[in-house]
């Protein structure tokens, strides 16, 4: 585990390393070129996850499965939120569900955390998860990224798959998502790209989806504008900071 400077967490756990873009909010992935740093750095588990390509790191595909790091949550004794997988995805489809029954396992062990799951791929955790020999587990919650209304049904996917706190991050936000509906979906954090190359945030992107957490009963969280000083843009929204987590609106 590492701590994080990642709003909404506290820290982030890695059991699995190395991704592919799936979608346009993959384009700039902060964690291709943390993969890079990472390797360059000579972190073995990021070797050979991602190449150059236009000057950038992109990933390869090659997925490294870290059973060492099976065990960390286990030996961090305070109680943490924790993002699981920051530099991969749980649900790559190279990721074997054998290997998901262990990461499983490792969080049903590690009860006095709360671990937060995000996928690109709803509809393979929807698969796995409801497949049997997985409890749904109070101290797991599970989420997926929508970008833009291109793939505003991952929402509905992810409304299939059994949870204690399902959740969606909106982040980058790079285009309108009006019309998504966040019924059963517990949680939404909104953030804006940032770092190089980031693409804009409109404004009205986010009244709608404020609108849609409200409509709904959805905790809303205000991640950031973005852009390339993130710092500098902040993250105030309305003239307030919105730290909204399930169960606890503001």
Known sequence: MA???IEWTDATWNP??????ATAGCTNCYAMRMAARLEAMGVD???GTTRKS??????????????????IPSTWKRPRKVFVNSMSDLFHPDVPVEFIRKVWSAMAGARQHTFQILTKRPDRMSSVLSGGGFDVLQNVWLGTS????????RLNQLRT????????SFEPLIGSVAGAELDDIHWAIVGGESGPQSRPMNATW???????????GTAFFFKQWGGTNKKAAGRTYRDRVWDELPGLRM
């Open 206 to 216: 986010v009244d709608e989806i404020h609108s849609a957490c409200k409509r709904s």
């Open 45 to 47: 588990k990021y070797v």
């Open 161 to 168: 798959v059994p949870a204690e706190v399902r959740f969606v």
């Open 3 to 5: 701590d994080t400077s």
């Open 16 to 21: 699995v390393a190395g991704c592919t873009i």
């Open 54 to 71: 236009g000057g950038r790191a992109k990933w390869t595909g090659k997925i490294v499965l870290d059973d060492a790091a099976l065990s």
């Open 146 to 153: 929508v970008e833009d209304s291109r793939v505003v049904n």
